[in-house]
């Protein structure tokens, strides 16, 4: 059961640089999130999706796309990479909160990125 | 506005004894409330979720964590520490009763168990 994958797990980049990480999920979950973490930050929220073809910005969503095309898949995009934006990246997902889910959010192992 | 404080950004304690991460949050709505461990390397695993039911929720691992309405707190304890419990825990807040949109996680407190 493979529940949350995330590739790659890591890359190095130049700045002005684009990439995309790829995060799937096999647990049929409506909800996926992009997360990244710094030290001493926590985690802090770029986008998020509610549902295939739809998405929201979170806390920090400035330098990042994402997209949704199918439920399984959650794409995050840095379309001219900054040494800012040097981090672990997570992607969760999970199914909304109700009587036959907890609202558990389950995560990837991680993306470590970093721009030179 | 919402927020998650943790208290102790690292706590140290020896192997057998009693661990205890400190959590504070301020909520305008009833909280859901959770604690997610992360391990070296890896992504973050649920604990335990508190959603207005028990005020003292049991979770994986031997770990428990009281809400407490008055002092607007959920700390997380375990009578006895082991090794393996060495990581990074994270105190977590969803606003707005629980959309999944609206998590805001405290920024972690990294527990060392000393043999």
């Known amino acids: 059961n493979a529940g949350v994958t995330q590739t790659p797990k890591f890359r190095v980049l130049k700045t002005g640089q684009s990439m995309t990480l790829l995060c799937a999920q096999d647990?049929?979950?409506?909800?996926m999130y992009w997360y990244r973490q710094d030290p001493g930050m926590g985690l802090r929220l770029i986008h998020y999706?509610?549902?295939?073809?739809?998405?929201a910005k979170g806390e920090v969503p400035d330098g990042y796309n994402v997209s949704r095309l199918k439920k399984q898949n959650f794409l995050l995009g840095l379309e001219s990479a900054a040494p800012s934006q040097t981090s672990v990246y997570f992607c969760a997902s999970s199914s909304p909160a109700g009587t036959s889910s907890t609202g558990e959010l389950f995560f990837g192992e991680g993306s470590r990125l970093t721009v030179l | 506005a919402q927020s998650v404080t943790q208290l102790d950004s690292h706590v140290s304690v020896s192997e057998g004894t009693p661990v205890l991460l400190r959590c504070n949050y301020s909520?305008?709505?009833?909280?859901?409330l959770f604690w997610y461990v992360q391990h070296p390397n890896k992504g973050l695993q649920l604990l335990l979720k508190?959603?207005?039911?028990?005020?003292l929720v049991k979770g994986i691992n031997g770990f428990e964590a009281e809400f407490k309405k008055s002092e607007t707190s959920f700390h997380l304890t375990k009578p006895s520490a082991h090794m393996s419990d060495a990581a990074e825990y994270f105190c977590v807040v969803s606003i707005y009763g629980g959309s999944q949109g609206n998590l805001i996680f405290g920024k972690g407190t990294k527990l060392s168990v000393k043999p």
């Open positions: 909520s305008s709505y009833s909280p859901s």
């Open positions: 999706s509610v549902g295939e073809g739809t998405t």
């Open positions: 508190y959603t207005s039911a028990a005020t």
């Open positions: 647990m049929n979950h409506e909800y």
